[in-house]
């Protein structure tokens, strides 16, 4: 009996091995190239026309996509990564000194539109799932608007409809600020989720057709949401809050509600959010910065004392796999059917190693390769999922316009 135990416990070395090996990173890398040749990325989020704003003060001709942008997004790039539909974030900060954030919400409208309008060879202003079958068939980048920042409504949903008009396709209910009608994750909750006002703004989006979008809320206003939307919702750029513990998470509560939704999150790829590593060394960080801002001492011997702490310590990087494990624990709780990608790309300099801008999705996706997920996953990921999203939000608005 005992030599037969032995006997199985060899067998068992020799063949678990086998079964766990991962396949060789040069060719799980080409069949990722390969993959996206054939098949193409739907991200949920890229900051872009705030790069230009910022850095090109909103001058759309001087931030040439043609050639190297001195962000992380170009045309080349682009079409190195495999992506063929892009979610362009028109983001206004909740927090914004100027004269209101309509005004600010429309310059930003107004560079993502010129930024597609300036590229006819690679973009395509895309309002509608047919938009973006006739922009694949072309070989263009189908282009979306999705608004970052419910505040931006200023509390009205005539500003809400007419946003729609101007292509906006998603809105993202709050950014890091509580408003009058929901709370922000990042915020002070006062509301315990969403007013009866934040409830009218999702019957709306769901009577016009735009995507309700959850990123930046907290748990009570996502599940809210999910009470009162008749059509599916997403997630534009949020990761795993039992991964990663940190506040823009989704947690497992509101992740195991999607099945029944149909929505999708789309993962996002911010180093703070995905990389456990990383949100302990900012943690520790803090609370060194206070220690040594209480202890007695001049400005001067503060900020010696924190450089040389850092230099002590430094700062971890976020890695392809922690991102992996979070678009795998999205799979595994809500189901295979709900996740996509949202890389936050322009809008983070916290990405994962290797994949510093929008060329990198190959590295993603030889990953997810090695640990040995199929085409038609990969597929679901890639566009399958938020492109059955955008049809069923079209198929609810469509539903709730017809005569009663």
Do not use: C
């Amino acid at each position: 009996m005992r030599m037969l135990a032995i006997i199985a416990l060899l067998t068992a070395v020799q063949v678990a091995p086998a079964a766990a090996q991962r396949m060789p990173h040069d060719d799980a890398m080409k069949q990722a190239r390969k993959f996206l040749a054939e098949n193409f990325i739907a991200d949920g989020h890229n900051d872009v026309p705030w790069e230009i704003r910022q850095s090109a003060a909103m001058d759309v001709d001087r931030y040439d996509l043609r050639t190297p942008a001195p962000g992380q997004t170009d045309i080349a790039r682009l079409r190195a990564g495999g992506v063929g539909v892009q979610f362009w974030s028109v983001y206004v900060p909740g927090e914004i000194a100027d004269s209101g954030f309509a005004r600010v919400q429309l310059e930003q409208i107004d560079i993502a539109r010129r930024m597609i309008a300036r590229y006819p060879e690679a973009f395509v202003l895309a309002t509608s799932v047919a938009d973006i079958e006739d922009a694949r068939r072309d070989g263009k980048i189908a282009s979306l608007i999705g608004m970052e920042g419910g505040h931006a409504i200023e509390n009205s949903l005539g500003a809400l409809r007419m946003y729609y008009a101007l292509g906006a396709r998603y809105m993202t209910l709050t950014h890091n600020v509580t408003l009058d009608w929901a709370d922000a994750a990042m915020d002070v909750a006062r509301h315990g989720g969403l007013t009866d006002f934040g409830r009218d703004v999702v019957r709306e989006m769901n009577r016009i057709g735009m995507i309700v979008d959850l990123s930046h809320v907290s748990p009570g206003s996502m599940s809210d949401a999910l009470d009162i939307t008749t059509a599916p919702v997403m997630f534009s750029h949020s990761s795993a809050r039992a991964v990663t513990d940190v506040p823009r998470n989704v947690p497992d509560s509101i992740l195991k509600r999607m099945q029944k939704n149909g929505g999708v999150v789309m993962v996002t790829f911010v180093g703070g959010f995905i990389s456990k590593r990383m949100r302990d060394w900012s943690a520790a960080a803090d609370a060194e910065n206070r220690r040594i801002a209480a202890a007695p001492g001049d400005s001067a011997s503060v900020r010696a004392a924190m450089q040389a702490w850092r230099a002590a310590h430094a700062r971890p990087h976020a890695t392809v796999g922690e991102l992996v494990d979070h678009i795998e624990h999205v799979r595994r709780v809500a189901g295979i059917d709900h996740v996509g990608l949202g890389g936050d790309y322009d809008g983070t300099s916290e990405l994962p190693e290797g994949m510093g801008d929008v060329s990198t999705y190959p590295v993603l996706f030889a990953e997810l390769i090695q640990r040995g997920w199929k085409d038609d996953e990969l597929r679901k990921l890639a566009n399958g999922n938020i492109l059955r999203v955008l049809k069923a939000v079209e198929a609810e608005r469509d539903r709730l316009a017809a005569p009663q």
